[in-house]
C-alpha cells in the first residue's frame, strides 16, 4: 500500500474505510473528491434458488446487502447515498453509477431529482454473460453505467484524445464490450467459490478512471467491495478512498491493492493528455517566434507535395490542379483532394542537417512555455 498521506481537506488517501456507508460519507469534507465510482446494492429482489439444467446451484447475488424493504426504502437509500456524494464531489468533479435493470432507472431518476446532470450513459456489453437458464427472458447481456456531474453549468474532466487512442484512433462509443470478471483476475472464497458476487472487471474501471480523472485525483468508491476501483486508481496514479461494510471485503482489498505497482509519474500524465485543455497555438505565432521564417519549405510527411511558408502564417504550395493558398490545414486538404485534413501533423519542417520532423514539435514547443512544462534549451531548430 503506497504511503498514508494527510490531504490538506483531511481526506483518508489510499484508505479503506470499514463501516457503514452513510455514516462514512457524513464525515468527508464537503467539495474535496475529483470523482466517484459507484456499485450499488442491485435490489435484485430474488425470490428462490436458481439451478441450471444440470440442477446445479447458481452463485447469484443474495447476500443481506442486496435486500430492501421495497421500492420506497430502495430509493431513500438511494437518495441518501447520491446526496452525500453530490455534497463531496468538488464543483467539477464527475460521478459513474453502474446497475442492473432491476435498479439503474430508479437511480437515474433520483440523480435527476438530486440536481445531477447526466453526461451520458454507457452501455457495459458483456463477452461472456450468463444465460437464462430458465428460457423465459432474453440473455441479460449488458450493464448500464451513468456518467454525471453535479450541475449543468459544472465543467467536468474528459480525456477525449486518451479514450480515442485507447480505441486505434476511431471516437469512443458509449457500448463497451468488455468481458465479465473472471480467470486469475476473481477474487476466491476460502471454498473456491467466488470472493464477491458482483467483482467488476478492471477493464471496465479503466476506462472510468482514465477517461474522467486525471493523476493525483481522488477517487472515491462507496460500495468498495473487494477493491476494483482502488487497484486501477493505484495503477493509474490516482488516489482512492474506499468504503466497505463488510471487514472480510476490506481486508481482502487491502491485499490485492498492495500488490500494485503504480505507473511512473510522467506515463500517468501521457496517459491523460487532453489536447482540448491545453492551449490554442495558431500557426502564425510559430512564424512571430521565428521558429519558422517566411521562405520555408515544409513538405508532407509523405514527401509528394512542397509548400513555403509567408509572412502572414499561411502557405502556397503548387499541386497537380494548380497553386493552392491557405492554412496549413487548408493547404494540405487541397493537395490531398481531401475535405479536411490536421496540417500540424500533415507537414514537416527541416531541423537542421535534413532532419525533417513535424510542425507540431514546434506547437508542443510554445505549449510547453505558456504552461511553464520544462522544454529543451531554446536556440535553433535542433533544441525542439
Not at 458483456?126 to 456531474?149: D, Q, Y
Not at 478512471?209 to 473487494?226: Q, R
Amino acid at each position: 500500500m503506497p504511503n498514508k498521506r494527510v490531504h490538506p481537506l483531511a481526506l483518508p488517501l489510499d484508505e479503506i474505510l470499514v463501516g457503514d456507508c452513510l455514516d462514512r460519507l457524513s464525515r468527508l469534507p464537503s467539495r474535496s473528491v475529483d470523482l466517484v465510482f459507484a456499485d450499488p446494492p442491485y435490489n435484485l429482489q430474488l425470490t428462490g434458488t436458481l439451478y441450471r439444467p444440470d440442477n446445479s446451484r447458481v452463485d447469484g447475488v443474495d447476500d443481506d446487502w442486496d435486500r430492501f424493504d421495497g421500492f420506497a426504502a430502495y430509493d431513500a437509500f438511494t437518495r441518501a447515498w447520491l446526496g452525500e456524494c453530490k455534497r463531496i464531489l468538488k464543483p467539477n468533479g464527475a460521478l459513474w453509477v453502474i446497475g442492473s435493470y432491476h435498479n439503474i432507472f430508479r437511480v437515474g431518476a433520483v440523480l435527476q431529482d438530486l440536481g445531477f446532470w447526466i453526461q451520458n450513459d454507457v452501455i457495459w456489453v458483456k463477452t461472456n454473460p450468463m444465460p437464462n437458464f430458465k428460457g423465459t427472458r432474453f440473455a441479460n447481456a449488458h450493464e448500464t453505467l451513468i456518467w454525471a456531474s453535479p450541475s449543468v453549468t459544472a465543467k467536468p474532466t474528459f480525456n477525449y484524445q486518451a479514450m480515442k487512442a485507447l480505441n486505434e484512433g476511431l471516437q469512443m462509443r458509449s457500448d463497451w464490450t468488455l468481458a465479465i470478471c473472471n480467470g486469475s483476475e476473481r477474487l476466491k472464497a476460502a471454498d473456491g467459490g467466488k470472493l464477491h458476487p458482483t467483482q467488476k472487471p478492471e477493464a471496465l474501471l479503466y476506462r472510468v478512471v482514465v477517461a474522467t480523472s486525471h493523476p493525483g485525483d481522488v477517487v472515491l468508491d462507496p460500495f468498495f467491495g473487494t477493491g476494483t476501483t482502488g487497484a486501477v486508481a493505484r495503477r493509474l496514479g490516482r488516489h482512492f478512498i474506499g468504503i466497505e461494510a463488510d471487514a472480510t471485503y476490506a481486508e481482502e482489498a487491502r491485499r490485492r491493492i498492495a500488490r500494485i505497482e503504480p505507473i511512473g509519474e510522467a506515463d500517468a500524465i501521457a496517459v491523460a493528455a487532453n489536447r482540448r485543455s491545453e492551449p490554442r497555438i495558431p500557426f502564425g505565432q510559430v512564424i512571430e517566434r521565428g521558429l519558422l521564417k517566411p521562405g520555408d519549405r515544409l513538405q508532407s510527411v509523405n514527401g509528394r507535395f512542397v509548400a513555403k511558408v509567408r509572412a502572414d502564417g499561411t502557405l502556397v504550395s503548387a499541386g497537380p490542379t494548380g497553386d493552392h493558398r491557405g492554412s496549413i490545414h487548408q493547404v494540405g486538404a487541397a493537395l490531398m483532394g481531401a475535405p479536411s485534413c490536421n496540417g500540424w501533423t500533415f507537414w514537416k519542417f527541416n531541423a537542421g542537417r535534413d532532419r525533417w520532423q513535424p510542425i507540431d514539435a514546434l506547437r508542443q514547443k510554445l505549449r510547453a512555455e505558456v504552461t511553464g512544462a520544462v522544454t529543451p534549451a531554446s536556440g535553433d531548430h535542433t533544441a525542439v
